[in-house]
């Protein structure tokens, strides 16, 4: 009737990453913004600070995985149809940290959006300092299913 999520998780849109199953959890436990290459734009942020500030969830978890196309897209940096090229802003830091390595460029970004979360939002970054949120960043293996949290 109503949701009580625990955590929210920042995952990238791919089909291949469903959030609820990958962490064995039902409806209404796990607060869920998707988005190519899991990149914390404004909306996403303010979208989690409901999360946060509304719903209480104790966790935020950036989660990238294995192969992800957004990533690649913005390592090879060529012209796209209509607006896939926005995202190439937001993953490339992560490149220029990894040197275009794909799996070090979707790990970097993984750590370097959920920086971002806690840099770019005061309410992310008070429920943090009061001890309410952990933000962590993780990397999500497609063949094996497992979950690694990153430092």
Known sequence: ???EPFASVLSCADSRVPVELVFDQSIGHVFVNRVAGNIA???IIASIEYGVAVLGTRVLMVLGHAACGAVVAAIAAK???G???ALYRYIRPA???AGGDLEATIKANARIQARLL???SPVIASAVKDGKLSVVAAYYELASGEVALLG
């Open 83 to 85: 607006q896939i090229s």
């Open 118 to 120: 806690t840099d770019s």
């Open 41 to 43: 734009t404004s909306e």
């Open 1 to 3: 009737e109503k949701q």
């Open 95 to 97: 490149v220029d940290e």
């Open 79 to 81: 012209a796209v149809p």
